[in-house]
Nanobody, 121 residues
Framework: QLVESGGGSVQAGGSLRLSCAASVFTANYNCMAWFRQAPGQEREGVAAIFRGGSRYYADSVKGRSIISRDTAKNTVSLQMNSLKPEDTAMYYC??????????????????GGQGTQVTVS
């Protein structure tokens, strides 16, 4: 019900735009977010957008990334610029009924996608 795309391999300083296509069912949740997980590390919240328009970002990507949502197309995107090697990870889309304060907690989300790999060298 959540399908990510847009990952790939880029050089440091480059950009990528990740997209997540949601089914009508999952798109009805109040929050959609992006998480990432590097090998041997815990999954961390990257960015989230709430139905009312509030956006949240991890400090590590703030100023370099923009999350957006197209409710008509049931998609959420993450534009990432000035990519760094430490951004290398599998990126996952998630949807759920989430409180603002818990946007970065993976367990609070009801659905997640299979992920798309981002590699920055």
């Amino acid at each position: 019900q959540l399908v990510e795309s847009g990952g790939g391999s880029v050089q440091a300083g480059g950009s990528l735009r990740l997209s997540c296509a949601a089914s009508v069912f999952t798109a009805n949740y109040n929050c959609m977010a992006w998480f990432r997980q590097a090998p041997g590390q815990e999954r961390e919240g990257v960015a989230a957008i709430f139905r009312g328009g509030s956006r949240y970002y991890a400090d590590s990507v703030k100023g370099r990334s923009i999350i957006s949502r197209d409710t008509a197309k049931n998609t959420v995107s993450l534009q990432m610029n000035s990519l760094k090697p430490e951004d290398t990870a599998m990126y996952y889309c998630a949807a759920g009924l989430v409180s603002n304060r818990d946007w970065a907690v993976p367990a609070e989300y009801n659905y997640g996608g299979q992920g798309t790999q981002v590699t920055v060298s």
